[in-house]
């Protein structure tokens, strides 16, 4: 019922900055959580960051802090990945999830992001 777009994905230059944005559809009246994750070609996938849906607290990754933000549009049922300084290892599939508890439940369908050195 739940459904996740990502989008702002593409290719940039190292240093350079991207926006993902992640909008959700349906009932979402029981979101803890909305996180972020990505995946690079033969790694598993790891945590990104994620924010809280009703104080907007956030939680980032060591590879994330200080270079990327997440937040959150309540108006718009949107979260946004900011990402700037941008490393090649930042290279990978970018998924959106929203967490239920203490699961996460519902994913998007990923947009790649590609950092050239």
């Known amino acids: 019922q739940v459904q996740l777009v990502e989008s702002g994905g593409g290719l940039v230059q190292a240093g350079g900055s991207l926006r993902l944005s992640c909008a959700a559809s349906?009932?979402?009246?029981?979101?803890?959580?909305r996180g972020w994750f990505r995946q690079a070609p033969g790694k598993e996938r790891e945590f990104v960051a994620s924010i809280t849906w009703s104080r907007g607290s956030t939680n980032y990754a060591d590879s994330a802090k200080g270079r990327f933000i997440v937040s959150r549009d309540t108006a718009r049922n949107t979260v946004y990945l900011q990402m700037n300084s941008l490393k090649p290892e930042d290279t990978a599939v970018y998924y959106c999830?929203?967490?239920?508890?203490?699961?996460?439940?519902?994913w998007g369908q990923g947009t790649q992001v590609t950092v050239s050195s």
């Open positions: 349906g009932r979402t009246f029981s979101t803890y959580v």
């Open positions: 999830a929203i967490g239920y508890g203490s699961n996460w439940s519902v």
